[in-house]
């Protein structure tokens, strides 16, 4: 495992590169040109009285080369000095995709025990390998819980969120190939790990949602005979064993929910829904289930291309993480599993190894 760089370390200095003769003529001030590695390139750039060019012809810009850097940082390098010999700079890179959609990244939660998969993984690989160089961020260890300060988990953190910031997102249509094609030599099946991108939105507890959908309808309409009757109904199933079973639940919900509409039909349909649902949101009573061995929230991921929900399970331990709001755009690193529930109508289960949430910018943010 490479270790975490503390600080930033000056390179040892290199001697200016002997130029490569060229049957090609030269340049109109007598200077050849040669493609250069990114090394001479920073050489260049930190030394501008050096008697070279700095050109990066055959060496096109990586997605990930400004992981760790600012803005202001990424200009500079990019940018030629005011004065000194002419040269041609490397071209810009892109920034994360997060960044280029005008969109905060917050890594909100990721499995310590999946780390070393993450760091196996082909394509991930090389987002990894270029942090080697990056050097630590001090104000984001010190905003950490102590805990959370050791040079593992701080190395095992920065290579996560470089992952989900700068990885690319699978599409739906890829994932049942995954499946097929995690089978090992053995016939055994290890559930892949992928990116994916989508809105995120957690369960909530049945039996909780038709406790608050009952006394939300009273306290709005108190004397209203068909609500009271609908509500009396809905708590006689709180105490039977019948509750235990959302779908019971979510039906007696259902029904107060009609009854009040037409009872309060100055109102939008959805209207009791809603407010009984940010009740159940502040309370953070999500729904959840046993499975993989833990307690898991059940969560929907709605992805991009607009089909069907994804039944997606996350560490219970996460659900005082989560933003409060009905769904989150977020960028989840996962295993893709086969149906875990036999009440779910997808073919497909995902378990969440990494949450990181794509917050949208703050009006007048720049």
């Not at 690989?125 to 040079?151: F, G, H, M, Q, T």
């Not at 290890?190 to 995120?200: A, K, M, N, R, Y």
């Amino acid at each position: 495992m490479r270790r975490l760089a503390m600080a930033p370390r000056k390179p040892p200095p290199r001697p200016p590169p002997t130029r490569a003769k060229s049957p090609k003529p030269a340049d109109d001030d007598g200077e050849s040109t040669s493609a250069l590695s990114p090394e001479q390139v920073q050489l260049a750039l930190n030394n501008p009285s050096l008697p070279f060019r700095a050109v990066q012809e055959h060496a096109p810009p990586s997605d990930h080369a400004w992981v760790g850097l600012t803005a202001e940082q990424i200009h500079h390098q990019a940018s030629p000095p005011e004065s000194g010999p002419s040269y041609s700079a490397p071209a810009p890179l892109p920034v994360a995709p997060a960044e280029r959609r005008g969109q905060l990244l917050q890594l909100l939660w990721f499995d310590p025990e999946a780390v070393d998969r993450i760091r196996l993984h082909g394509e991930w690989a090389p987002i990894i390998d270029r942090l080697a160089d990056v050097p630590a961020d001090r104000e984001l260890e010190a905003s950490l819980p102590a805990k959370d300060r050791s040079p593992a988990t701080i190395e095992a953190r920065r290579d996560v969120a470089a992952v989900l910031s700068s990885g690319q997102p699978a599409l739906r249509n890829e994932l049942t190939g995954m499946v097929a094609a995690a089978v090992r030599p053995d016939g055994s099946f290890l559930p892949p790990l992928t990116l994916l991108e989508g809105d995120l939105a957690p369960g909530f507890d049945a039996v909780a949602l038709l406790e608050t959908t009952c006394d939300t309808a009273v306290a709005l309409a108190p004397d209203d005979e068909t609500i009271l009757g609908a509500t009396s109904a809905a708590r006689g199933l709180l105490g039977s064993t019948a509750v235990q079973n959302p779908a019971v639940a979510l039906e007696a919900t259902r029904r107060v929910q009609l009854a009040f509409g037409e009872v309060q039909r100055s109102l939008p349909k959805d209207y009791l829904l809603r407010e009984a649902e940010r009740v159940v949101l502040a309370k953070r009573a999500y729904d959840s289930r046993k499975l993989f061995g833990a307690a898991y929230l059940c969560c929907a991921l709605h992805l991009q291309d607009g089909s069907g929900a994804i039944p997606t399970y996350l560490s219970e331990s996460v659900g005082a993480k989560l933003p409060l709001f009905r769904a989150i755009r977020a960028r989840i690193l996962v295993e893709v599993h086969p149906r875990q529930d036999e009440a779910a109508t997808h073919s497909l289960a995902l378990r969440v190894v990494a949450l990181a949430w794509l917050a949208p910018r703050p009006s007048g943010f720049s």
